[in-house]
């Protein structure tokens, strides 16, 4: 595991960004795994100015997002669908409509779509590198801390701990969907780098728990100690707490 300790959020943002604009500059028909959620909002950023510079070409690139609600309309603001068009699509020259893809949360058939995902990732080639962030209690998509994990993409519930922190994206605790559609532990695993970003003092435990190398599924994050390419990239206080 690489490390990297950025004095602040714009430095690890600044950071991550070089990592992922590298894999695109040395492949530029690359498969981007993307994740959502506060974290990599300054990295999306960054990597729109290089484009918009003409630094970074993202017209071949590809991505799959790690996980959307269940259920939930892809126009509704809270979606994940609605989030990456705003944060990240919408100002890069990517194909939107046939190079970006997100589980969808308005499925008739949630275990066909996970399926589904499962083998358009592998027909695609398989991820280059896999964004992630780290939910509170380790969770990595919506792999949530649990005995056993789930290997393949597939519908989840959300703990308690993770709706209380997405509620903050919500009017109310009550309105956090109650599940989600989340790449499971594989594809995370099978990508060929994985770069996590964690920012704040509330992910220090968990990062340090990551960092000693101990491996529990009470930590899922703690399963990329079994990845030998993962590039950590986090801020002063999560490090030091
Ligand atoms: C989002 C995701 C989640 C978040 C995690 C941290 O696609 O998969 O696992 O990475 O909940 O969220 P933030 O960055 O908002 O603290």
């Given at each position: 595991?690489?490390?990297?300790?950025?004095?602040?959020?714009?430095?690890?943002?600044a950071k991550a960004a070089s990592v992922v604009?590298?894999?695109?500059?040395?492949?530029?028909?690359?498969?981007?795994?993307?994740?959502?959620?506060?974290?990599?909002?300054?990295?999306?950023?960054?990597?729109?100015?290089?484009?918009?510079?003409?630094?970074?070409?993202?017209?071949?690139?590809?991505?799959?997002?790690?996980?959307?609600?269940?259920?939930?309309?892809?126009?509704?603001?809270?979606?994940?669908?609605?989030?990456?068009?705003?944060?990240?699509?919408?100002?890069?020259?990517?194909?939107?409509?046939?190079?970006?893809?997100?589980?969808?949360?308005?499925?008739?058939?949630?275990?066909?779509?996970?399926?589904?995902?499962?083998?358009?990732?592998?027909?695609?080639?398989?991820?280059?590198?896999?964004?992630?962030?780290?939910?509170?209690?380790?969770?990595?998509?919506?792999?949530?801390?649990?005995?056993?994990?789930?290997?393949?993409?597939?519908?989840?519930?959300?703990?308690?701990?993770?709706?209380?922190?997405?509620?903050?994206?919500?009017?109310?605790?009550?309105?956090?969907?109650?599940?989600?559609?989340?790449?499971?532990?594989?594809?995370?695993?099978?990508?060929?780098?994985?770069?996590?970003?964690?920012?704040?003092?509330?992910?220090?435990?968990?990062?340090?728990?990551?960092?000693?190398g101990v491996i529990t599924t009470k930590n899922?994050?703690?399963?990329?100690?079994?990845?030998?390419?993962?590039?950590?990239?986090?801020?002063?206080?999560?490090?030091?707490?």
């Amino acid at each position: 595991m690489k490390l990297y300790v950025c004095k602040n959020y714009d430095e690890m943002s600044a950071k991550a960004a070089s990592v992922v604009a590298s894999v695109i500059t040395l492949k530029p028909d690359c498969v981007l795994g993307l994740a959502t959620g506060s974290t990599p909002v300054g990295m999306y950023t960054k990597l729109a100015e290089m484009n918009k510079e003409g630094k970074l070409d993202f017209s071949e690139v590809k991505t799959y997002n790690l996980d959307e609600y269940y259920p939930i309309k892809a126009s509704d603001p809270q979606s994940y669908r609605y989030f990456m068009d705003k944060n990240l699509f919408d100002n890069i020259n990517i194909d939107k409509a046939n190079n970006t893809h997100l589980l969808n949360g308005e499925a008739a058939d949630a275990d066909a779509e996970c399926a589904a995902y499962d083998k358009a990732i592998e027909a695609a080639g398989g991820i280059d590198i896999q964004v992630l962030g780290i939910g509170n209690n380790g969770h990595i998509g919506f792999n949530e801390p649990s005995d056993p994990l789930v290997g393949p993409t597939h519908k989840t519930g959300l703990t308690e701990s993770t709706i209380e922190a997405n509620s903050r994206f919500f009017a109310s605790a009550d309105e956090v969907p109650k599940h989600a559609l989340t790449m499971g532990m594989a594809p995370i695993m099978k990508a060929r780098k994985i770069i996590m970003l964690v920012s704040g003092k509330g992910k220090h435990a968990v990062l340090r728990e990551m960092l000693s190398g101990v491996i529990t599924t009470k930590n899922p994050a703690t399963l990329l100690n079994l990845h030998d390419d993962v590039t950590v990239v986090c801020d002063e206080e999560a490090y030091n707490g």
